[in-house]
């Protein structure tokens, strides 16, 4: 089954969902529950990539989260669900160097779309915008 990016980004987006949860979940497994492969099928590289990544760069994406919250904002006043999408663009931001900014930009408002609500949406969009400058 062949997978666009952006429905490979909601797949990583529901995985780090669920490993914030339970941080020692195994990620094949969490993978081959959300998306159908055929028997020998490998997980797509592209969201190995994203997840891992994310994993392993999130105390440095969680900084710069920080850095560009509006004042009075925390990491822990975020709802979960926005966490996670804003660490996930910054870290495609940062390291897809094919990715156009704006396009990883419009992705993270995509998820927003379909994880969060209007309100997050903009928000996402301030603080990402905000990190594009």
């Known amino acids: 089954m062949k997978l666009t990016r952006h429905k490979i980004r909601e797949v990583a987006f529901q995985t780090l969902f669920a490993l914030a949860s339970e941080p020692d979940a195994d990620r094949e497994t969490i993978y ?17 990539f994203l997840v891992n990544g994310t994993v392993e760069h999130q105390d440095e994406l969680d900084k710069e989260i ?9 990491l ?13 663009a910054l870290f495609e931001l940062q ?24 309100r997050s949406r903009k928000f996402i969009n301030g603080v990402l915008s905000n990190f594009a400058k």
């Open 32 to 48: 081959r529950s959300l998306i159908e492969l055929n028997d020998g099928e490998q997980v797509p590289e592209y969201l190995d």
């Open 76 to 88: 822990q006043r975020l709802a979960k669900s926005d966490l996670i999408i804003l660490r996930l």
């Open 95 to 118: 390291y897809e160097n094919e990715l156009p900014q704006a396009v990883a930009i419009d992705e993270a408002l995509q998820l927003a779309k379909t994880f969060s609500d209007d």
């Open 66 to 74: 920080s850095d560009h919250l509006a004042s009075g904002w925390t």
